[in-house]
């Protein structure tokens, strides 16, 4: 029998979401500990190395790619040019050929909202700049939702779903 629970905008496991920490101070007050996953700050933390490691994309370098994301078969990629990719290995495969388009410009989150929960993290955002297609420049502005778990001492990306680009969608 599985349990679900709803953290943010995103349904999880019972074993992902759960309670951020809290601890008795000494006036008997609750008091907010850091839970061991750094919390919201180290979310936010693992939302911006996302975010350079995209821009970095946009150049055709996709090592820092690999290193924010969790590299478990579990993990799911819902992008601008459409599909679902399911697994490290089809992730990966459709970063490269994103890479390989050198798409230039930038992106950056804006409006961001953070929502931790035990060794899960939701971040909601809108994503916006602009890539460069066949040398015209493209706008960007659409919505992103990106998970993270805490995995091994640090936040790794295991969803990353956004709306469609008309210009990649396949």
Known sequence: MKRWALCGAVVLTMAGCTSPTTSQSTTGQPAASQPATGGEPAAREAAASFYSALNAMF???????TEVWSHRDDVTY?????????GWAAVLKDWEAQAALKLGGTVKPEDMHVTVGGDLAVVQNVEKGENVVDGKPQIVS???????????????????????????AK
Do not use: C, Q, S
């Open 59 to 65: 150049t055709g370098e996709v090592g820092p790619m």
């Open 78 to 86: 819902m992008g601008p040019t459409g599909g679902l990719k399911t």
């Open 142 to 168: 659409i919505r992103a939702t990106n998970v993270f778990r805490f995995e091994d001492g640090k936040w790794k990306m295991i969803t990353h779903h956004t709306d469609l680009l008309p210009y990649l």
